[in-house]
């Protein structure tokens, strides 16, 4: 008997110029053809229509920009490199103006360092909620931090105890349903319940809670006042979501200036270089987070002190790769070298990380030699926010997934396109990672996706198998990934209802006419 990822691939196999011949895809008959550039249109008026989350006049306090109107923006440029009609071109002009105008320099709005810079802040669900306790006189006494998503749910009650010189503190979170209990504190440096010590004593708890003690000179008897403080979620930058924005800015410049026709358009040559500037600008608010290595490789790392769950980590190999794609589009459109050697260093560290099987490649959310991939204790002073994970050797081991694997293959593409990394025989394996690994169908034969790029996680959920059209980057290789991505949103008839949806089709309409 054919296991289910054999009779996924077989599937594969039968091809077709339409549902692959699978049943549970009639669906598509009655509904779009996701491979036309009307569906395009539509989903675009729609979703645009609709104000969802993800509009270009949204702010990025919580990714709407980095994971919605972003995909939009992607999808303009593939529909332009499909179509070359400039009407997409404009439709990125007028998206990302509107962009432009929701960064932080321009909203007037700061970081968590008080600092107003040309990206775009977010805070919940992502960042470190903080609270500060005061005492009677209204002065500061602890701040109370919670590393734990959606902390800006949390809520930190103080009791007082019955011991003198006690207090009982309750950190809990409505949105996860986690709580953390501390009785019997103190904020008495000698004491054996100081509270800084005691909470970092038993960490980790439900809610992941640190403390620090905000007296100078952290002397005094009073204790914080009884009652509710909310925890506030901090404004951090990352530099995922600035990856995510800028590349089709940087996208656009490069085909506007790389075409003679529209760079002698001013408009055009305008904007492309408006565009190169920003992306610039906004890439360069993370050059403090940048660490190359001896071996010519580059990667991204969260300072220690970021309000973030991991900082003083290195950031996920996806994360890192985001910026990676603004900075190969920003070389080609440019010719700065500069921009070439950031791509090629992050492209040679993400080779190392790549493992084969199959045929395919596979490889982790966390990138192998990091810090939280091996796990560390509390006397390495690794993280303010999250003091210890894992064990030694043993941490966040997780393979990637298929939606952020994307990010990972679509920069492995273009630097290949770009000749700053990889091969053919690399791009070869990406796209086998999809049509061996990731591609599969249900016990009832509609196609869907494993969740992990090893084809391990089981049957993957609709927020990562409708993401299964990103992957036609590296279509080309194996065409299995364009007729079973297509698939998987011919069988469920997938509607605009989400910003990557339209990336999604704008792929689908790009393999076809440009998978030469």
Do not use: C
């Given at each position: 008997m054919l296991t289910r990822r054999e009779l996924g691939r077989a599937a594969l196999l039968v091809g077709g110029a339409g549902l692959l011949g699978l049943p549970g895809t009639a669906s598509a008959a009655a509904g779009h053809d996701y491979t036309?550039?009307?569906?395009?249109?539509?989903?675009?008026?729609?979703?645009?229509?609709?104000?969802?989350?993800?509009?270009?006049?949204?702010?990025?306090?919580?990714?709407?920009?980095?994971?919605?109107?972003?995909?939009?923006?992607?999808?303009?440029?593939?529909?332009?490199?499909?179509?070359?009609?400039t009407h997409y071109l404009d439709r990125l002009i007028h998206n990302i103006d509107l962009v432009l105008a929701g960064r932080d320099s321009e909203r007037g709005v700061t970081d968590y360092r008080g600092l107003s810079l040309p990206a775009w802040r977010a805070a919940h669900p992502y960042t470190v909620g903080i609270a500060q306790l005061a005492g009677e006189d209204g002065q500061p006494l602890l701040e109370i931090r919670s590393a734990l998503t959606y902390a800006d749910m949390a809520t930190a009650t103080v009791t007082a105890d019955a011991a003198e010189g006690r207090f009982t503190l309750e950190v809990k979170n409505t949105?996860?349903?986690?709580?953390?209990?501390?009785?019997?504190?103190?904020?008495?440096?000698?004491?054996?319940?100081?509270?800084v010590r005691r909470i970092l004593d038993v960490y980790p708890t439900p809610t992941m809670v640190t403390a620090k003690d905000l007296r100078p000179g952290q002397t005094g008897t009073g204790l914080p006042v009884a009652g509710q403080t909310k925890l506030t979620s901090?404004?951090?930058?990352?530099?995922v979501h600035t990856g995510m924005i800028t590349y089709p800015m940087a996208s656009f410049a490069r085909i506007v200036l790389r075409s003679p026709t529209l760079r002698a358009q001013a408009r055009y040559r305008d904007k492309a270089m408006e565009y190169i500037e920003a992306a610039k600008a906004a890439a360069a608010v993370h050059d403090r987070e940048w660490r190359e290595t001896a071996d010519g490789g580059g990667h991204y790392v969260w300072i220690k002190g970021m309000p973030l769950a991991y900082d003083g980590t290195e950031q996920p190999t996806n994360q890192s790769l985001a910026l990676g794609m603004t900075y190969a589009e920003l070389f080609e459109a440019?010719?700065?070298?500069?921009?070439?050697?950031?791509?090629?260093?992050?492209?040679?560290?993400?080779?190392?990380?790549?493992?084969?099987?199959?045929?395919?490649?596979?490889?982790?959310?966390?990138p192998t030699f990091g810090?939280?991939?091996?796990?560390?204790?509390?006397?390495?002073?690794?993280?303010?926010?999250?003091?210890?994970?894992?064990?030694?050797?043993?941490?966040?081991?997780?393979?990637?997934?298929?939606?952020?694997?994307a990010i990972d293959v679509e920069f492995a593409a273009l630097a290949f396109r770009k000749k700053l990394h990889f091969r053919g025989e690399d791009m070869v394996k990406f796209a086998r990672t999809y049509s061996r690994k990731l591609a599969t169908t249900t016990e009832d034969g509609i196609p869907t996706t494993f969740l992990r790029v090893d084809g391990t996680g089981g049957l993957a959920t609709s927020g990562q198998y409708l993401q299964a059209p990103r992957?036609?980057?590296?279509?080309?290789?194996?065409?299995?990934?364009?007729?079973?991505?297509?698939?998987?949103?011919?069988?469920?008839a997938a509607q605009p209802d989400y910003g990557s949806a339209l990336a999604c089709v704008a792929y689908l309409n790009w393999y076809p006419r440009v998978s030469g």
């Open positions: 036309s550039r009307e569906t395009f249109d539509l989903f675009d008026r729609t979703f645009h229509e609709k104000g969802g989350a993800g509009q270009p006049t949204d702010n990025n306090e919580h990714g709407g920009l980095a994971w919605g109107q972003s995909y939009v923006l992607a999808g303009f440029v593939r529909m332009y490199e499909a179509y070359r009609d949105q996860t349903n986690r709580v953390a209990t501390f009785p019997g504190l103190s904020m008495d440096p000698a004491s054996a319940d100081y509270a901090q404004p951090v930058i990352f530099a440019t010719g700065d070298r500069a921009f070439a050697d950031r791509a090629r260093r992050l492209a040679r560290t993400f080779e190392k990380e790549l493992k084969t099987d199959d045929g395919a490649y596979t490889w982790s959310y966390w810090k939280l991939y091996n796990g560390y204790a509390k006397t390495d002073e690794v993280s303010e926010y999250t003091p210890s994970y894992g064990s030694a050797g043993k941490g966040a081991q997780q393979l990637e997934d298929l939606s952020h694997g992957w036609m980057a590296v279509a080309h290789w194996d065409k299995a990934v364009f007729t079973h991505s297509r698939s998987v949103f011919d069988a469920r």
